[in-house]
């Protein structure tokens, strides 16, 4: 099966350690919102300074992905993907030895840089080194790592979190994996799309032949690159990109599909009227609580929200003798289970679809003149919808409260069903030199998402 798929293992590794990245991403969104916690009281933090340090990485990494674009077509992708591990090991390592809140923003700016560039650069390097049978599974590597890291996160979380300074090591781990990426990527072979597309013939074909089984015909696979190269030589730029309608509806269709999955990750938890409050907190009697014993007060923003400002829960020896338990935004709920059921269900279905879905298709529905650039800018859709969300999230919970949050997202996301239904086509075994066809006609109709096009 492996030997008429062209599949070896030299491709499945080289993905693999592509792939590190989407570790890398997830495990620095869950293990820093741990590091918060004790980050805030051992320096100090304001609740600006909070916000800072949260959300500084967007603009490293939107700075990144639009800078990906060009230098990926400029000195390879693998170049890219290996700046974006010295970048990360740079930022993780400054972090775990911040003595000051300047310290901890500029390790963000490398953290965040670095994932700009790799969410950027991985995609398109899986998709131009994969075998086009299996290129969908191939490219899903780099989200089983992204899923992987949520959840090793949360487990380095907890592990670390009774130990001392706990939270510099948590920071710095991550950088293991980075280390691991950079040392072995000298080994793998460049992508063999951009090689050719270079003029550099002999190391094109040397690439892509390591990285298929010995009787899969990668002549013919390599005539259709050359073909490609040749047709669009001379090409590129955004002027270019704007002009061919192919380019531009596929541009459309992968903005729209970031646009998406930014919107639909933005998901958050409400429990009862109290958390509408960023102010409030629950304090009930008894070590694990009674929900119908609880009185919604207000917390004490100066113990970080750990006690409420009056009452029993104001109280530290009764809340460290478990005679009371105070709860900032959260409450005990006989029906708590439906959170739980209804989070299940959602991030089941997100990691299937829309979740993995953007990066992989992004990576493989553009011309390789176009690739690296459209992709940086389809990518920064998702980077600048998700830095504005980060700072409407609160003026939109006070105005509409969570509940209202949730309508929206869900009429969106019923918006985006709808449209992809009739703009988005099928890219399943279809070549990449091939994928122009399938935007060039009128987006828009059933007939584009029933196209099908012969590889040739």
């Known amino acids: 099966m492996a030997e008429k798929s062209g599949i070896n293992a030299h491709l499945v590794v080289t993905a693999l350690l592509a792939s590190i990245c989407g570790f890398v991403s997830s495990y620095e969104t869950i293990v820093f919102a741990a590091c918060l916690l004790y980050i805030r009281e051992e320096l100090c933090l304001s609740t600006k300074w ?72 991985v995609p398109i390097y899986l998709s131009e080194i994969s075998v086009t049978a299996v290129r969908g599974s191939i490219t899903l590597f780099y989200y089983f790592f992204y899923g992987v890291g949520f959840a090793v996160g949360p487990l380095v979380g907890g592990g670390f979190a009774t130990v001392t300074k706990g939270w510099r090591y948590m920071a710095a781990i991550g950088s293991f994996m980075s280390l691991v990426q950079f040392i072995f990527f000298f080994f793998v072979p460049e992508s063999p799309r951009w090689l050719i597309s270079k003029g550099r013939m002999e190391e094109g074909k040397k690439a892509l032949l390591s990285l298929r089984s010995e009787d899969y015909p990668s002549s013919t696979e390599l005539d259709a690159i050359k073909a490609d190269v040749n047709a669009n030589a001379g090409k590129g730029g955004l002027v270019q990109i704007f002009k061919l309608p192919s380019v531009r509806r596929a541009l ?124 940086s800018l389809t990518n920064t859709v998702n980077w600048t919808f998700c830095l504005a969300l980060s700072f409407i999230f609160l003026t939109l919970i006070e105005r509409i409260f969570k509940h209202g949050l949730f309508y929206i997202l869900t009429g969106i996301n019923s918006m985006f069903l709808v449209m992809f239904f009739f703009i988005l086509p099928e890219t399943k075994g279809i070549n990449l030199e091939d994928m122009k066809t399938l935007f060039s006609m009128p987006l828009g109709t059933v007939r584009l998402k029933k196209t099908r096009v012969t590889p040739t």
């Open 252 to 375: 459309l269709v992968g903005a729209l599909l970031h646009m998406s999955q930014a919107l639909t990750a933005f998901f958050t938890i409400m429990c009862a009227e109290c958390t509408f409050s960023g102010k409030c907190g629950f304090c009930f009697s008894g070590g694990l609580g009674n929900h119908e014993d609880a009185a919604c007060v207000l917390a004490n923003s100066a113990d970080y929200y750990n006690t409420a400002l009056s009452g029993p829960c104001s109280n530290v020896t009764l809340l460290d003798d478990d005679v009371y338990t105070f709860a900032y935004k959260w409450c005990p709920h006989p029906d708590a289970w439906l959170i739980i059921f209804g989070l299940s269900i959602f991030f089941f279905f997100y990691f299937i679809g829309i979740g993995p879905l953007p990066w992989t298709i992004n990576g493989e529905i553009f011309p390789g003149w176009a690739r690296a650039l459209c992709v």
């Open 50 to 121: 909070i916000q800072i340090v949260a959300s500084i990485m967007y603009v490293t990494g939107i700075l990144g992905n639009l800078a990906a674009g060009q230098v990926a077509d400029l000195l390879g992708r693998k170049f890219v993907i290996m700046s974006s591990s010295v970048s990360h090991i740079i930022g993780a390592l400054v972090v775990a030895s911040s003595y000051t809140r300047t310290q901890v923003v500029v390790g963000r700016l490398f953290i965040g840089l670095s994932i700009g560039l790799s969410t950027m650069c």
